[in-house]
């Protein structure tokens, strides 16, 4: 509302004193949160994470998602309060690489083995849809090695603190845009809520069947 009224050849942009005031509030708001946000992606995830989905052919979120829409609300713990929240657990991302990496290597009746050579292969054709045919599977078999933890757990309370305070001002329809991971969780706190599933509608978010016959 206040970007609609401000008119850069007036004193103040056409604000008045108080309107002023809170623009550069929320401009300040946003240089922080965006700091804070590339800083803990770039801390959990670094370059891998890039060059994995140029391999894919695919945009990470934050390429593709304008999370500057006014009806956008940030639901997720800052990086101070993820990292407090860590050392308060006693929990590190060297501990939950540990427990993954000990889970991998316990043998699991009838678990999918990736085709490590073909996934190999695939990436140095820059075959796009065959990478993502295997790592479609490998998902789908994944185990969920992030039970209580912060980046799991915590993180779903925070989401939910944040759906309590804006369902209690007379919100009817709210989306919550999470990962697959968090889902479950999610789930159960609107079940505790009172809430009931009504439906369930799949998107495709990839896409294979044009270049490999298959999805």
């Known amino acids: 509302e206040l970007r609609r009224k401000i008119d850069r050849s007036k004193p103040l942009g056409g604000l008045t004193l108080e309107e002023a005031r809170e623009w550069n509030r929320m401009v300040e708001w946003r240089k922080r949160a965006a700091l804070e946000e590339k800083s803990f992606l770039l801390g ?6 890039r060059e994995l989905s140029a391999a894919l ?3 990470t979120q934050h390429q593709g998602i304008d999370y500057s829409a006014p009806h956008f609300i940030h639901a997720d713990m800052t990086l101070a309060e993820f990292r ?4 308060s657990k006693g929990e590190n991302f060297a501990s939950l690489m540990l427990k993954s990496m000990l889970s991998s290597l316990v043998e699991k009746p009838g678990a999918y083995q990736p085709n490590e050579f073909g996934m190999m292969v695939d990436l140095l054709a820059g075959n796009k849809a065959g990478l993502k045919n295997e790592l479609m599977r490998i998902f789908a078999h994944a185990p969920n090695d992030l039970e209580d933890t912060v980046i799991l757990e915590g993180r779903n309370s925070k989401c939910m603190e944040v759906f309590d305070q804006w369902r209690g001002k007379g919100v009817r329809r709210i989306g919550i845009f999470y990962g697959a991971a968090h889902l479950p969780g999610l789930h159960g706190a609107l079940l505790e809520r009172g809430y009931r599933l009504r439906d369930v509608q799949w998107l495709p978010a990839w896409s294979t ?3 490999a016959g298959q999805d």
């Open 209 to 211: 069947m044009e270049k």
């Open 44 to 49: 959990l995830l670094g370059s891998a994470y």
């Open 84 to 87: 407090q929240a860590q050392a």
């Open 57 to 59: 052919g695919l945009q």
